[in-house]
């Protein structure tokens, strides 16, 4: 079997972004909010084309959960199990489908992520486009044990100048280790997870 | 004196394995390390502004050493530099220029040794304002497989009363470098440029 019939994912570049912000409105954040992201540019093996069966991509996707959370996990340079938020988003270059970012994200990509994690019960936010180069990824973030912590709910955008070309997708996963910078909203804590449904 | 407030730092690092041909032995990688911060200087002219140089000595150092351990850690393998700036909308292009001095020392303090000047661009802008960074050769300007940029910017930076400052380093030559002029290896290394 090739690696392509594998579903081995062909990477020109993966860029890892890390934020960490100190101060809000001249207010301290305390620790620092730090959240990263990191991102694969691979080739689109269905591009320019109609192909009914996905398996390919939903491999890919096993491949770069595991990959991509690991490297903004080692970005923020914490253990998996402290990580507190997550999500995932796709950008298709314009010669391929939203439904091949879909294969990549949604059957199997999530699996690795959470075994990175340690744990991970709740849905793990996505977002998906098609776009051109440098097209902006706004991944949206939640808690990794329970959606419903409001001081959780965000989102990373990150962009990469040379990619998608036509042919391309860039798969991107953000991984945090603390909510937004002085969240005060109210409605469910993290310390008041129950973690029974992935919900609260 | 003024106090260098520091909103956010980010770090990018990317890792580029081809560009549609043969791929590298060892992939090139760019990183950029960004701070933003307050400009003390927003909002109205002022005629002395260059003791800010000085107070943002210890930022250009603390930026230098995290670059360095975005790359690895080893300062051995950096190649190539650069720096820039993104002057939010109430303040002035000039303020972008105090960062020349602090950028470049912080970089040269931690590479050791460095000859070449430090390619810089700067411009004032918007939240999301995107600043393309030029890289150089660390030890001779004219070293063509080394010419290169990196696209910098973060979606809520700068604010008005803010600054945007950027350095990047990078490990190599362009990925496909092949359009000839002087090589890394015919470095003369006396005066910075050859």
């Given at each position: 079997m090739t690696d392509e019939a594998a579903g081995k994912a062909k990477i020109r570049k993966i860029v890892t972004f890390v934020e960490e912000t100190r101060t809000e409105m001249g207010r301290e954040v305390k620790p620092p909010a730090r959240r990263a992201a990191?991102?694969?540019?691979?080739?689109?093996?269905?591009?320019?084309?109609f192909v009914e069966d996905l398996t390919e991509l939903m491999n890919i996707g096993e491949e770069l959960g595991g990959l991509l959370t690991e490297r903004a996990v080692a970005a923020l340079g914490i253990s998996g199990a402290s990580a507190e938020s997550y999500g995932k988003a796709a950008a298709v270059g314009e010669n391929g489908e939203i439904e091949h970012a879909a294969a990549i994200l949604h059957p199997k990509l999530g699996a690795p992520v959470r075994k990175a994690l340690g744990e991970g019960a709740a849905l793990i936010p996505s977002s998906k486009k098609r776009g051109g180069l440098g097209v902006p990824l706004d991944i949206p973030l939640g808690h990794k044990d329970a959606a419903f912590v409001r001081s959780h709910f965000d989102g990373m955008e990150i962009r990469i100048a040379d990619a998608p070309r036509a042919n391309e997708i860039v798969v991107a996963i953000a991984v945090?280790?603390?909510?937004?910078?002085l969240a005060r909203v109210g409605g469910l804590t993290k310390d008041q997870i129950k973690g029974e449904d992935g919900l609260r | 004196m003024h106090e260098v407030r520091v909103r956010k730092i980010e770090t990018i690092v990317e890792e580029i394995f081809h560009e549609g041909g043969p791929a590298a032995t060892a992939p090139l990688r760019r990183a950029a390390v960004l701070a933003v911060i307050h400009n003390p200087f927003a909002g109205g002219y002022v005629e002395n502004i260059q003791p800010f140089m000085d107070d943002l000595r210890p930022l250009g150092l603390e930026m230098s050493k995290r670059l360095v351990a975005a790359l690895g850690g080893d300062a051995k393998i950096v190649e190539g530099y650069g720096k820039g700036a993104i002057v939010g909308s109430a303040g002035e292009l000039e303020h972008g220029a105090l960062w020349h001095a602090p950028g470049g020392y912080g970089m040269r303090e931690v590479l050791g040794g460095a000859k070449a000047i430090v390619a810089s661009t700067k411009k004032v802008g918007g939240p999301g304002?995107?600043?393309d960074v030029?890289?150089?050769?660390?030890?001779?300007?004219?070293v063509r497989s080394h010419f290169d940029a990196m696209e910098i910017g973060i979606a809520d930076a700068p604010r008005a009363d803010e600054m945007l400052l950027a350095l990047v380093m990078s490990t190599g030559p362009r990925i496909h470098a092949r359009s000839g002029g002087l090589k890394a290896s015919d470095i003369k290394g006396e005066d910075g440029l050859r």
């Open positions: 990191a991102a694969a540019v691979i080739e689109n093996p269905f591009a320019g084309k945090t280790d603390s909510g937004r910078p | 304002a995107r600043l030029p890289v150089t050769h660390i030890h001779a300007s004219y």
